[in-house]
């Protein structure tokens, strides 16, 4: 029994045994054609990470690549890649190229026996061919000139990044640079000289310095900083209510004012005060002729130191002040004089006036078109050449209990009321007749003679500004 089952264990073994030699017969048989088969084919192709002149070869048949390398004539070409894909294509032919190779390459291959394979697995492969190449310099000049790169429709020069024109709504922005296609033809053709005596197949000429460049970027900080403060002046936005008139000046106006060269930007001062005076031209009534309506329906041409007057060189300094702020206001503009009223010269007047008939020696006065007071006056003496001029004027001010004075008089009067020079209203309770034909013989230094109570209620409706027009029949 015990005999039995240890012939049972030795057979058992027996069978294990078998079947292992089977298998590593087979791993052995299999590895022998793996080592053939990978030997016959690397008799004829390059082992793996194998380089020559740089190349990967790797399990490239030996023919093919000895074909290529030794009759570049056949498969070679050279690529130059400009800006904006431009690009040319030099080839052996046109250039008049030849080789001159030794049998460096027939030693390397020769070296690599298909037996030795397995030693691609621990080892890396390379070999520099030594050759000479020669062609016609004056070929590859003439082909870069005819190629793509330098013909004259694709050459474009560089531009700077700059500043664009003034657009409504949007204002200024920077137009980037433009690199351009201008290469250096020297350095180009060097750069194909070295190519081809290496064979390389290709040259990127972005990569180095073969382009002429933009100066300026759109990242300049300069740039940058004069967009701002382009941007600032003309995002200003000044509302000016012009003797009742709206003018506005906005970007679209002062960007006609902005000259931009480079990174600095420039407004026109000058500009600016033509602008204002133009404007001052055109709305003030200061000093300008005006037909005025009398109370009996006469009509009287009148000038006078009256109206609207612009303080131009003031103002010009303000709108420059507000533009290179950036600022957004409404305003009127700096006046020397105001009128009472706004309009154009008559209309500045308004409906509120003190009215001086020095013919009939009668004053009115009007309040909003309604006539609230009058009286006789008398005004200056005829007789003595002191006669009051006509004209339209504003009340310089008024003031109570003043003295007047001149070379050969010094007389106090309760309500003072001066609007043309030292030529005023004033009561005169020295007097006891006032209108008729007093004036001609004895009248005032000029002045406007009124009764006490009436100077009294004209002193309580007048104001600084307030017009005085005086006329004669």
Request: hydrophobic letters at 35%; proline letters at 4%.
């Amino acid at each position: 029994m015990g005999g039995r089952k240890e012939k049972e264990r030795q057979e058992k073994r027996g069978g294990i045994l078998r079947r292992v030699l089977l298998g590593a017969a087979a791993a052995a048989g299999v590895s022998a054609l793996l080592y053939l088969a990978g030997s016959f084919f690397f008799a004829g192709h390059y082992f793996w990470r194998t380089t020559i002149d740089g190349a990967d070869v790797s399990f490239r048949s030996r023919n093919q690549v000895r074909e290529e390398l030794l009759n570049p004539e056949i498969f070679y070409e050279l690529t130059i890649t400009g800006r904006e894909e431009l690009e040319a294509v030099l080839t052996p032919s046109e250039l008049d190229m030849s080789y001159v190779f030794d049998d460096t390459l027939d030693r390397f291959s020769a070296g690599m026996s298909g037996w030795a394979w397995p030693q691609m697995f621990f080892s890396s492969f390379s070999c520099k061919l030594p050759k000479e190449v020669a062609f016609d310099e004056e070929k590859l000049e003439q082909a870069l000139k005819e190629s793509p790169l330098f013909a004259p429709g694709n050459i474009r020069g560089p531009q700077d990044a700059r500043i664009s024109g003034y657009e409504s709504g949007a204002g200024y922005r920077i137009i980037p640079e433009d690199p351009g296609t201008t290469a250096d033809f020297g350095r180009v053709k060097e750069a194909a000289k070295r190519a081809l005596y290496d064979l390389q197949e290709s040259i990127d000429l972005r990569e180095g310095n073969f382009y002429s460049d933009a100066r300026v970027k759109a990242a300049d900080l300069g740039l940058q900083e004069a967009l701002k403060t382009a941007n600032r002046y003309a995002g200003a936005k000044i509302s000016y209510r012009w003797n009742g008139e709206t003018e506005t000046v906005d970007g679209s106006l002062i960007s006609t004012w902005i000259t931009i060269e480079g990174d600095q930007v420039i407004l026109d001062e000058e500009a600016v005060r033509e602008y204002v005076n133009g404007l001052a031209k055109k709305h003030d009534t200061f000093g300008r002729e005006r037909d005025f309506t009398a109370s009996d329906g006469t009509v009287h041409r009148l000038k006078g130191s009256y109206g609207w007057w612009t303080d131009r060189a003031g103002e010009t300094e303000a709108l420059i002040c507000s533009i290179k702020e950036g600022e957004q206001l409404e305003k009127e503009p700096l006046y020397f004089s105001r009128g009472y009223a706004e309009g154009p010269a008559g209309k500045d007047i308004g409906s509120s006036y003190v009215e001086i008939d020095l013919g009939k020696q009668h004053l009115y006065l009007y309040i909003d078109g309604k006539r609230i007071l009058e009286s006789d006056l008398v005004s200056g003496n005829l007789s003595r050449g002191y006669a009051t001029p006509p004209g339209v004027f504003g009340l310089t001010y008024k003031e109570r209990n003043a003295t007047l004075t001149g070379e050969t008089y010094s007389t106090p009067v309760k309500y003072w009321m001066p609007f043309n020079g030292n030529i005023g209203m004033h009561d005169a309770d020295w007097r006891e007749e006032f209108g008729g034909d007093i004036y001609k013989t004895n009248g005032s230094h000029g002045c406007i003679n009124l009764p006490e109570e009436i100077a009294e209620m004209l002193y309580g409706y007048v104001e600084r500004g307030f017009p005085v027009v005086c006329y004669d029949d």
